[in-house]
């Protein structure tokens, strides 16, 4: 957001929306609207088209691809999506840019009490002035400024930061007991083979990697729109992904263990845990932050001490598991 944007956050939108706005009637057929579109100065910001009734109440929106892959005789009411996300006027500049962040649009609709269509206010607003953000990583980066600025709007106290940050971190301090417990419990098997104890850091180093990285992308992706069925659908995207990943690291790691120390048993224990540690750390890192909100717990924050934790916790089991079996 442009630095004078900074110190307006609580004014009211409509002072910054686009007054003027080319709208649609929903009566009207794509062909009908198409023909009125040639002769109207639209420039170079339009993104959605808004349909509205005889009041000029907004009734849907109809983004620009629907609108020319349609039939001309079809009516604009019959395919513009009837729930279109809108702005108060009497919103703060700061609520609008929470719901561009929350939704992704390029643009909304600004609307007065009774609904009816008073301006837009578009994503350009919330980029440095002459910037385009045409391309996609420059969409990307204009939505991380809004995220930005939405947090500098908050006034947040210390005590609701503690609350909302520390049981989080609370989750690291418990998944690390239980690290230390595992390792307490295999202590006879680590004195006899040091090499485990020489690699603990780096197979956990290596699965909490592949645990958040696939966490960041989840909540990326899919992270206003939290289903079982698309994690699902993650997990299954990011499984291949995984396996390469873990065999890869498997045999790196693995092969270094060995040259090592000169112990096969060893080094394969630490490469086959290491490769099963990395598929269920992925597996992790996506389910982990929908089961987060399904608690109703905020998964940007919670997730990765979560992560963390628990692929801590898979990693150990997983080494020692092995360990066990090649070892015994």
């Not at 040091?194 to 603990?200: E, H, R």
């Not at 699902?232 to 995207?237: A, E, M, P």
């Amino acid at each position: 957001m442009p630095t004078k944007h900074i110190a307006n956050l609580h004014k009211p939108v409509l002072g910054y929306a686009q007054r003027r706005v080319t709208a649609l009637h929903q009566d009207q057929t794509v062909g009908d609207v198409l023909t009125y579109l040639r002769g109207q100065d639209l420039g170079e910001k339009i993104v959605y088209f808004y349909v509205v009734d005889s009041d000029n109440r907004l009734v849907g929106v109809v983004p620009v691809r629907r609108l020319l892959m349609s039939q001309l005789e079809v009516s604009v009411s019959s395919i513009m999506v009837k729930r279109a996300v809108a702005v108060l006027a009497t919103d703060t500049l700061l609520t609008a840019s929470e719901m561009l962040l929350q939704h992704r649009f390029m643009a909304l609709p600004v609307v007065d009490a009774e609904k009816r269509l008073v301006g837009v206010i578009d994503i350009t607003l919330f980029a440095d002035e002459g910037s385009s953000v045409a391309r996609q990583h420059e969409i990307d980066n204009v939505f991380q400024l809004i995220g930005v600025h939405v947090s500098m709007g908050r006034n947040v106290s210390v005590w609701s930061s503690l609350k909302d940050r520390l049981p989080w971190l609370l989750a690291n301090i418990g998944g690390g007991l239980v690290c230390a417990l595992i390792l307490t419990l295999n202590e006879s098997l680590i004195k006899v083979v040091t090499l485990l104890a020489l690699f603990v850091p780096v197979v956990l180093a290596v699965a909490e990697s592949v645990s958040m990285q696939s966490m960041t992308l989840t909540l990326q992706s899919s992270y206003h729109r939290l289903s079982w069925r698309l994690l699902v659908g993650l997990v299954r995207r990011e499984l291949p992904s995984a396996f390469g990943l873990g065999a890869c690291s498997a045999v790196i790691v693995g092969t270094i263990a060995f040259a090592w120390k000169q112990n096969f048993a060893a080094a394969a224990a630490v490469g086959a845990g290491l490769f099963a540690a990395v598929i269920v750390a992925c597996i992790l890192g996506v389910l982990i932050p929908g089961a987060v909100k399904v608690f109703r717990a905020d998964p940007k924050i919670a997730s990765g001490p979560i992560a963390l934790a628990v692929a801590d916790i898979v990693t150990l089991l997983m080494l020692f598991t092995f360990a066990g079996s090649f070892l015994a």
